[in-house]
């Protein structure tokens, strides 16, 4: 029988590279290029989830040449665990009145896409004029929680749990500038 992981004891020794950082900016730089040529004159709200997208969107941000508006929202749906709870909690809605609003959310991860489902009844209810989805990591799945397009993917990974850039595990690791695996 497989032994179950033990997360308290994974160290980085534990860690494979699944994504290298200059991969990462590369990919970074085209998906910004992207937001610069479909969002001119129409100054999006950014919104970053927390806490996961953190890096990522600094990241990106730092590549735009139009306007915009940052904001923030926090969610959470893994705590602790390696397994989605399968509820979205709300921990800090978003600021800004997003009502007749261009909204890009930013998403360090889609995983069975509770979250995004979530996110994407919240903007609607707030009457977004459109909202699309920045992911940097898809992971590959039969089947989703969501069935809208996603309009932006970094990369498309295997179904396997990844830290580093911004993604944690029990809340270590998102310092590390590539995206690992755990051996
Ligand atoms: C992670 C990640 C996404 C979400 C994706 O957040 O940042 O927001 O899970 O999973 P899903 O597609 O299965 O919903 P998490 O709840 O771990 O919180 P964190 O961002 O604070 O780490």
Redesign the pocket.
């Known amino acids: 029988m497989a032994k179950k992981l033990d997360i308290t004891n994974i160290t980085k020794q534990n860690l494979k590279i699944l994504i290298d950082n200059t991969t990462i900016k590369n990919r970074v730089v085209s998906i910004a290029n992207t937001i610069n040529s479909n969002y001119k004159n129409k100054n999006p709200i950014i919104l970053c989830?927390?806490?996961?997208?953190f890096i990522f969107y600094a990241d990106l941000v730092r590549y735009l040449k139009i306007d915009f508006e940052v904001d923030f929202i926090?969610?959470?749906?893994?705590?602790s665990s390696t397994k989605?709870?399968g509820t979205?909690?709300m921990i800090k809605d978003v600021s800004a009145n997003i009502a007749d609003r261009h909204v890009i959310i930013v998403?360090?991860?889609?995983?069975?896409?509770?979250?995004?489902?979530?996110l994407r009844n919240r903007m609607l209810d707030g009457q977004a004029k459109t909202v699309s989805f920045v992911t940097c990591l898809l992971?590959e799945r039969k089947k989703?929680?969501f069935d809208f397009k996603i309009d932006c993917i970094g990369f498309k990974i295997p179904d396997k749990f990844v830290v580093g850039y911004?993604?944690?595990l029990d809340?270590r690791f998102?310092g590390l500038k590539n995206i690992y695996t755990i051996k």
């Open positions: 989830v927390l806490n996961g997208a926090k969610l959470s749906s893994y705590g989605s709870s979205v909690r998403e360090d991860i889609i995983d069975t896409g509770l979250t995004i489902n979530y992971k989703y929680h911004g993604l944690d809340q998102r």
